[in-house]
């Protein structure tokens, strides 16, 4: 069984910065990419960013491009994503997901961690 555990979702003002943690136990982490999708309110959840195995090849929605940076720690079992200049329309619920694949499906969710960005 895998779980994973999101943190450092929080409220702050547009423009501001968060910066979101997963944390994965029960599987080798390093052999699944990683991704972050997210549930806006009356939104249906959409990707994020992805990250590969090695963390060597990131993707990212054109809606966040050059705003947030994915990475991972293999060493650490854990995937990151950076948010910088955040607009209210960020505001949902983020989650982590172990191997995601098309169609908005994952082998492995987490419980989710909210963001709410003020104008």
């Known amino acids: 069984q895998v779980q994973l555990v999101e943190s450092g979702g929080g409220l702050v003002q547009a423009g501001g910065s968060l910066r979101l943690s997963c944390a994965a136990s029960g599987r080798t982490f390093s052999g699944y990419g990683m991704g972050w999708f997210r549930q806006g309110p009356g939104k249906e959840r959409e990707s994020v960013a992805a990250?590969?195995?090695?963390?060597?090849?990131?993707w990212y929605a054109d809606s966040v491009k050059g705003r947030f940076t994915i990475s991972r720690d293999n060493a650490k079992n854990t995937v990151s994503l950076q948010m910088n200049s955040l607009k209210p329309e960020d505001t949902a619920v983020y989650y982590c997901?172990?191997?995601?694949?098309?169609?908005?499906?994952?082998?492995?969710w987490g419980q989710g961690t909210q963001v709410t960005v003020s104008s």
């Open positions: 997901a172990l191997n995601p694949r098309g169609g908005g499906r994952a082998d492995y």
């Open positions: 990250i590969n195995p090695s963390g060597g090849f990131t």
